[in-house]
Structures are given as structure tokens and as C-alpha cells.
């Protein structure tokens, strides 16, 4: 097995095997610590001897080792080279079952705040690095590894039990959970970092562990439209990128080449999801996604359509995210001046200060004016901001383009 399907099946594996470890010892951060001890003798025995019969028992068996030698004394170390070698008879009491769920709602402790929520779920369950997820929530590294450890640190001090919460407890932790996934998949459709556009592991852990939540809640109206926004969304990736791994925009992508299967499961889930009493932001973003679906080409676009469901998205979850987009369809309905004016209203927030995606949106408006000068600026101080090379090559390419 080669080292990228090995790497995948470690992602997947992580967080069921620190599911099992909480359940039987507590101790949230010593159990990651293990785990990470675990993953890692397994990146490097595993290319050269073969993955065990049996990954995730091996994994829970080298783990709970390090574990147990941790709670023995914090200066005593094993030597990894032994840990692996001896970690081949597994447990008989490692279960099958998939704690991941149960993990998803345990780091959305009502202890924790909604940020520390959702930042300790990405690096738990998710396996985004700490710098992954301080771009997310646009703040500096040092500043969410403390949110972090803080969090694993109250989780411990509450002493909560390792199980599925019931009642409005359990709807209030689930809208956490779902903003989660929802950073999750952006982080795999969209890398905010590193030489590909795309990271397929993050994006299918989420489309999975979104399933794993709809599977459980079918008639929660916001679980279904992730969902549905995720798969309507994953369906173009083949078509985003050229063979070279170039960034090929929405109105340039070849639609035969979408996902027509994935499509179709999105538009069911979203006419399921907008069926209900009440809309959510997910079922608003998922309509959106799929009016996008259903046009054969670009130029068929119910521009209209889609800046009306971003009107009622900014009244119900304002951000300035969803303002962006909407001056995207603005102009697309009344011209590039308005959608201009929009983005303007932009400009006084900190959130956004220096963002590359408020910089190309504007450099593509500008270019749309005419104003040739105005956007290849802006696409240049874009391609600057932005730390994902594949985006870099985009964005440099389009003021190259402007300034020939």
C-alpha cells in the first residue's frame, strides 16, 4: 500500500480509535497525546512492514500503552521502535463500534464556548493542523492553540460522561457539530494552504461524518441541507482544477464534467431539507448550490434566484462572507458598479481587513468596469494574501493576463 492510502486511512481511523480511548480512560488531551504517538509509529512502521490485519485495534493497542506509561509516570518514555514491536496481539475488548459521533458531540461540551466548540472538533476529529484552523476563524496561530488546549483542559474539569447527549442539550450541541463539518469540508474543497487546490481527505471525512449525523437526525431540516450543500458542492471538484492543477473558476468549469450522481442525491436532500417549518443557513446555502446545479451552462444562471436566497441568508446568519457573495450575484444582476458599492460596506471590517477573497472579488469587479489598472493591483496584493499556491498561480496568472 502506498503512503497517500495509508495516510488516508489514518485520518479516517484517528478519531474512532480516541473515541475508544476516552470512553475507557477519560482524560481527553493525555488520550490525544497517545493517539498522536500512535498515528505517527504507524507512518513509519506501516510503509515498510505492511498495515496489520487489523489497523484500528493496532492503533488503540500502541496507544493505550502510551497511555498507560504516561499515567505511570509523565517522565517515562518507551521507546517507539519497542511500542510497535510489540504491539501486534490486539486487545479482545477493542470494539467495533464507531465512536466518532460520540466523539463530535463530547468536544461541543456546553462548558466550552461556541469557538472553542468548533476549534477543538477540527483538531480532535477533523485532524486540521492548529494553523488550519486559526485561518478559518481569522486569528493568529498562538492565539487558537491556547483556545485549544484551554478546551481540553475544562472537558476534563467537568468530568462529562462519554456519551450522546439527550434533549435540547442535544440540539444545541448539534448546530455546533454541523458548523464544524461545515469548516471541515470548506478546509478539504478549498486548502487554505500547500500546492493543491483541493484536500479530498478532509472534504470526504466531512461528506462521511455528515452522512453518520443525517443517518441519526433524517428529519432535521439543517442536517439534510449541509449535507445536500456539501455533495452539490464536491460535485464539481473534478472539473475545478486542469490536469496541470490549475484553479479553473465556476463559469469556466466543462459541467459534463460534474458529478451528475452526487448532483442528484444534493437536489433530493434539498428539496427534503426546504420542505420543513423553518429555514436555516444551510438549507438557504444548499438552494443556492443548487440553482448553480441546475444550469447547463454558466450564462443560465438564475443570477436573480441566487442574490435573492443571499438576502434572506444575510438577514437570518449575517457575516461578511455571505455579503461578499452577495455582491458577487448583485453584479451579476445590476453590473459590477453595484456589486463595487457592496463590497464597500466591507472595507471597516477587521474580519476582512487584507482577506484575498475580498481582494480578487474586487479585482474581478474592477476588471469587469474597465478598470484594468485598478484590478490587476488588487489581484496582485490577492495572489499575496492568499497562502494556497494553487489560488497564488490563479490570481497571478489573471494580472499577468491584465497587464499584457
Given at each position: 500500500?502506498?503512503?497517500?492510502p495509508i495516510?488516508?486511512l489514518l485520518r479516517?481511523?484517528?478519531?474512532?480509535?480516541?473515541?475508544?480511548?476516552i470512553?475507557r480512560?477519560?482524560?481527553?488531551?493525555?488520550?490525544?497525546?497517545?493517539v498522536?504517538e500512535?498515528?505517527?509509529?504507524?507512518t513509519?512502521q506501516?510503509p515498510?512492514?505492511?498495515?496489520?490485519?487489523?489497523?484500528?485495534?493496532w492503533?488503540?493497542?500502541?496507544a493505550s500503552?502510551?497511555?498507560?506509561?504516561?499515567?505511570?509516570?509523565?517522565?517515562?518514555r518507551?521507546?517507539?521502535?519497542?511500542?510497535?514491536?510489540?504491539?501486534e496481539t490486539v486487545?479482545?475488548?477493542?470494539?467495533?463500534?464507531?465512536?466518532?459521533?460520540?466523539l463530535?458531540?463530547?468536544?461541543?461540551h456546553p462548558?466550552?464556548?461556541p469557538?472553542s466548540?468548533t476549534?477543538?472538533?477540527?483538531?480532535?476529529?477533523?485532524?486540521?493542523?492548529?494553523?488550519?484552523?486559526?485561518?478559518?476563524?481569522?486569528v493568529?496561530?498562538a492565539?487558537?492553540a491556547?483556545r485549544?488546549?484551554?478546551?481540553k483542559?475544562?472537558?476534563?474539569?467537568?468530568?462529562s460522561?462519554?456519551g450522546?447527549?439527550?434533549?435540547?442539550?442535544r440540539?444545541?450541541?448539534?448546530?455546533?457539530?454541523?458548523?464544524?463539518?461545515?469548516?471541515?469540508?470548506?478546509?478539504?474543497?478549498t486548502?487554505s494552504s500547500?500546492?493543491?487546490?483541493?484536500?479530498?481527505d478532509?472534504?470526504?471525512e466531512a461528506?462521511?461524518?455528515?452522512?453518520?449525523v443525517h443517518?441519526?437526525?433524517?428529519?432535521d431540516?439543517e442536517?439534510?441541507?449541509?449535507l445536500?450543500?456539501m455533495?452539490?458542492?464536491h460535485?464539481?471538484?473534478?472539473?475545478?482544477?486542469?490536469a496541470?492543477g490549475?484553479?479553473?473558476?465556476l463559469?469556466?468549469?466543462?459541467?459534463t464534467?460534474w458529478?451528475?450522481?452526487m448532483?442528484?442525491?444534493?437536489?433530493?436532500l434539498?428539496?427534503?431539507?426546504?420542505a420543513g417549518p423553518?429555514?436555516?443557513?444551510?438549507?438557504?446555502q444548499?438552494?443556492?448550490?443548487?440553482?448553480?446545479a441546475a444550469?447547463?451552462?454558466?450564462a443560465?444562471?438564475d443570477w436573480?434566484?441566487?442574490?435573492?436566497?443571499y438576502?434572506?441568508l444575510g438577514?437570518?446568519a449575517?457575516n461578511?462572507?455571505?455579503?461578499?457573495?452577495?455582491?458577487?450575484a448583485?453584479?451579476?444582476?445590476?453590473?459590477p458598479?453595484?456589486g463595487?458599492?457592496l463590497?464597500?460596506?466591507?472595507?471597516?471590517?477587521?474580519?476582512?481587513a487584507?482577506?484575498?477573497?475580498?481582494l480578487?472579488v474586487?479585482?474581478?469587479?474592477l476588471?469587469?468596469?474597465?478598470?484594468?489598472?485598478?484590478?490587476y493591483?488588487?489581484y496582485?496584493?490577492a495572489a499575496?494574501a492568499?497562502a494556497?499556491?494553487?489560488e497564488q498561480?490563479?490570481?497571478?496568472?489573471?494580472a499577468?493576463?491584465?497587464?499584457?
Amino acid at each position: 500500500m502506498t503512503a497517500p492510502p495509508i495516510e488516508d486511512l489514518l485520518r479516517e481511523l484517528a478519531p474512532q480509535v480516541l473515541g475508544t480511548l476516552i470512553r475507557r480512560h477519560g482524560r481527553f488531551e493525555e488520550c490525544e497525546d497517545a493517539v498522536q504517538e500512535a498515528l505517527l509509529a504507524a507512518t513509519v512502521q506501516w510503509p515498510a512492514e505492511g498495515v496489520p490485519d487489523n489497523p484500528r485495534g493496532w492503533l488503540v493497542t500502541v496507544a493505550s500503552r502510551r497511555l498507560i506509561d504516561q499515567i505511570r509516570s509523565e517522565h517515562a518514555r518507551r521507546e517507539r521502535e519497542t511500542a510497535t514491536a510489540t504491539a501486534e496481539t490486539v486487545p479482545e475488548d477493542v470494539p467495533d463500534t464507531d465512536d466518532t459521533l460520540v466523539l463530535l458531540f463530547l468536544c461541543c461540551h456546553p462548558t466550552l464556548t461556541p469557538a472553542s466548540q468548533t476549534a477543538l472538533t477540527l483538531r480532535a476529529v477533523g485532524g486540521l493542523t492548529t494553523a488550519e484552523i486559526a485561518r478559518a476563524f481569522l486569528v493568529p496561530e498562538a492565539t487558537m492553540a491556547a483556545r485549544i488546549s484551554r478546551a481540553k483542559q475544562r472537558i476534563k474539569a467537568a468530568g462529562s460522561s462519554f456519551g450522546l447527549p439527550e434533549g435540547p442539550e442535544r440540539e444545541e450541541r448539534l448546530r455546533v457539530v454541523l458548523h464544524v463539518l461545515y469548516l471541515v469540508f470548506n478546509e478539504g474543497y478549498t486548502a487554505s494552504s500547500g500546492s493543491e487546490l483541493h484536500r479530498a481527505d478532509l472534504a470526504h471525512e466531512a461528506i462521511r461524518l455528515t452522512r453518520m449525523v443525517h443517518a441519526q437526525l433524517p428529519d432535521d431540516g439543517e442536517v439534510a441541507g449541509l449535507l445536500a450543500l456539501m455533495l452539490l458542492t464536491h460535485a464539481r471538484r473534478t472539473a475545478r482544477t486542469t490536469a496541470a492543477g490549475d484553479l479553473v473558476p465556476l463559469d469556466e468549469q466543462d459541467r459534463t464534467r460534474w458529478d451528475r450522481e452526487m448532483i442528484d442525491e444534493g437536489l433530493e436532500l434539498v428539496k427534503a431539507s426546504l420542505a420543513g417549518p423553518a429555514l436555516g443557513p444551510y438549507q438557504l446555502q444548499a438552494a443556492i448550490a443548487a440553482t448553480h446545479a441546475a444550469a447547463a451552462t454558466a450564462a443560465e444562471t438564475d443570477w436573480r434566484q441566487v442574490h435573492a436566497l443571499y438576502l434572506i441568508l444575510g438577514r437570518i446568519a449575517p457575516n461578511p462572507m455571505v455579503t461578499l457573495n452577495r455582491a458577487i450575484a448583485l453584479a451579476e444582476v445590476e453590473g459590477p458598479a453595484a456589486g463595487l458599492d457592496l463590497l464597500s460596506t466591507l472595507d471597516g471590517d477587521e474580519r476582512m481587513a487584507g482577506h484575498h477573497r475580498l481582494l480578487s472579488v474586487r479585482a474581478h469587479l474592477l476588471e469587469k468596469t474597465g478598470d484594468a489598472a485598478g484590478a490587476y493591483e488588487h489581484y496582485r496584493r490577492a495572489a499575496k494574501a492568499t497562502a494556497s499556491i494553487a489560488e497564488q498561480r490563479y490570481l497571478e496568472s489573471r494580472a499577468g493576463r491584465l497587464r499584457t
